[in-house]
Structure formats: structure tokens, C-alpha cells
Nanobody, 128 residues
């Protein structure tokens, strides 16, 4: 497993931008698939974005496509989520997660049970 710590969450007005960062410690970081999830009060944790260990495939939930971009920097053991055109419905606790199974097929589904390691979360609040 890897230890994950998220940074960058804060309050922002609708239409604004934020960049979340997640730093990892532990071996074999560059073989992990990395994802961002979020959880709003009273709702289930939902998938937001994922980047494969090779960095050549990314996945997004429909509601963030065209607004959010996930990226990774293996030299820094970090994964990022650039969030633009933020909306009040993006308000949630955002979690970074790592999946040790490098060759998982995400074309079928992406869900929290596939991920072995989780950060503590960083709060994003978007006001209208």
C-alpha cells in the first residue's frame, strides 16, 4: 500500500478553479493506477477521475468532462486534479486513491472497492 495525503481544497466561487494535489509515499508508486473520488454530505462516494499507471489513459465521470483534468508526476510521487468552471454541485470532500492492480480494465466500471489505499480527503466548497 501507499500512504496518500491530499492538498489544495478550499472555498471558491462558482466559475473558479482549483488544483488538488495528492502526494504519496511508499514503493512502486509508478505502478499504481490513481483516482480521485468525492463524497458530498448524505451521498455515496462517487468516482471523479482516474489515470492509469502508464499515464496514457484517463477516465472521467460525465459531470466533470471538459472541466476537470487529472495528471500525474511519478518523479514527485504525485497526482493532480485541475478543476475549472467549478459549480456548487462540485462541493464535496475529495479523496485520492490508489489501485495496486496495474492491469485492471476500467472500461467496464470504476468503483471505490477497486482501490487499496486512500487519503484522508480535502474539502472543496463552491459557492453560488
Amino acid at each position: 500500500q501507499v500512504h496518500l495525503v491530499e492538498f489544495g481544497g478550499r472555498w471558491v466561487q462558482a466559475g473558479g478553479s482549483l488544483r488538488l494535489a495528492c502526494e504519496a509515499s511508499g514503493y512502486s508508486f509508478d505502478t499504481y493506477n490513481l483516482g480521485w473520488f468525492r463524497q458530498a454530505p448524505g451521498k455515496d462516494r462517487e468516482f471523479v477521475a482516474l489515470i492509469t499507471w502508464t499515464g496514457d489513459k484517463t477516465y472521467y465521470t460525465d459531470s466533470v468532462k471538459g472541466r476537470f483534468t487529472i495528471s500525474r508526476d511519478n518523479a514527485r510521487n504525485a497526482v493532480y486534479l485541475q478543476m475549472n468552471s467549478l459549480k456548487p454541485e462540485d462541493t464535496a470532500l475529495y479523496y485520492c486513491a490508489a489501485d495496486a492492480y496495474s492491469f485492471r480494465d476500467y472500461d467496464v466500471s470504476i468503483n471505490p472497492a477497486q482501490f487499496d489505499s486512500w487519503g484522508q480527503g480535502t474539502q472543496v466548497t463552491v459557492s453560488s
